[in-house]
């Protein structure tokens, strides 16, 4: 019979030869290694991977709004059946207004209780009973974003959230298009159900327009990045280049004041003492005059002043009195003798008008007409 010892060295030496088989081929690229490949699924989580169960029991529970008591209570029937496929029990208790969900015995999935109370809150959020029963697949997830406390103002929280629902839904639906996700947005939440890749664009682009940013121009780069991943060459390569740089356009410029303070250049050194009464007095000579003499200098200062106002509002009377400057006298001019009047002509016009009325017909024109109603009789005969 063999000893342990010897057990213990043949186990080792079969280690180190396992080692040696696992080697890196040489040719093999690490990119591929790091790629997942097209199609790749992983396999589920069946009971013969976990035969004997958990150890101990563990359980959730979710509060809901009284608005959903009517609808829960009609889906809750569904709810359980889905539950009960994994072996986790789920209560309704419509009194205190919550939902739990645990683990029994016979539970063999240890992450199925994660999804079971993503499931309750999902459902407790406004999220549809069809919509929330996709977290217990493997390849779905979901994410519960919280807008409410991004924005302070309420009327414009409102309108961001609007915008990102768009006009009659059309924003959220493409949206949802791009990222393969189910989004739902109600009250101070938005709730995602998808793949871990769309939920990361989401919440994205859920964030950005509570900030401000509009969600077509997200929408615009997603569906660039949706061509470019088509194209096996360019998965390995930046797409920054493809990508469209938005600028901003409505940035309101601050108003600048009309009256600009221009700060001086700094000096260690303090300001000049301003000049007293007194040493004003010394400079000019005043502080060794007497008092009299000091106050026939105001008074002759005074008088000054007052003559200079007397003349000029001497000035301004005799303003009334100064005549206005006259313009220059034009002489007419000499009638020019080169046009000439014909009187004579003149003459004949105004006897020839005197002769005839007004709208009568001439002489000649009557006879003319005479003549002509003759000829016309004639013909008649």
Known sequence: ??????????????????????????????????????????????????????????????????????????????????????????????????????????????YIIIRARDLIKLLARSVSFEQ???????????????????????????????????????????????????????????????????????????????????????????????????????RSQSWERFLPQFKHKNVNKRKEPKKKTVKKEYTPFPPPQPESQIDKELASGEYFLKANQKKRQKMEAIKAKQAEAISKKQEERNKAFIPPKEKPIVKPKEASTETKIDVASIKEKVKKAKNKKLGALTAEEIALKMEADEKKKKKKK
């Open 132 to 234: 929330a029963v996709r977290i217990l697949q493997d390849d779905v997830a979901c994410d519960i974003i919280k807008i409410g406390s991004l924005v302070r103002n309420k009327e414009r929280f409102v309108k961001r959230r609007q915008r990102l629902i768009g006009p009659k839904g059309s924003t959220l639906k493409a949206l949802e298009l791009l990222t393969n996700c189910y989004i739902m947005v109600q009250g101070n939440t938005v709730s995602a159900i998808g793949p871990f890749s769309g939920l990361k664009e989401v919440r994205k682009v859920v964030l950005d327009t509570m900030k401000n940013i509009h969600p077509i121009y997200n929408i615009k780069s997603l569906m660039i990045k949706r061509e470019l991943a088509k194209d096996s060459e360019l």
């Open 1 to 110: 019979m063999a000893s342990p010892s010897l057990e213990r060295r043949e186990k080792g030496a079969g280690k180190s030869e396992f080692r040696n088989q696992k080697t890196k081929p040489e040719n093999q690229d690490e990119s591929e290694l790091l790629t997942v490949p097209d199609g790749w699924k992983e396999p589920a989580f069946s009971k013969e991977d976990n035969p004997r169960g958990l150890l101990e029991e563990s359980s959730f529970s979710t509060l809901f709004p009284k608005y959903r008591e009517a609808y829960l209570k009609e889906c809750w029937p569904l709810v359980q059946k889905a539950l009960n496929e994994h072996h986790v029990n789920a209560t309704l208790d419509l009194i205190e207004g919550n939902m739990t969900v645990c683990t029994t015995k016979k539970t063999f999935d240890p």
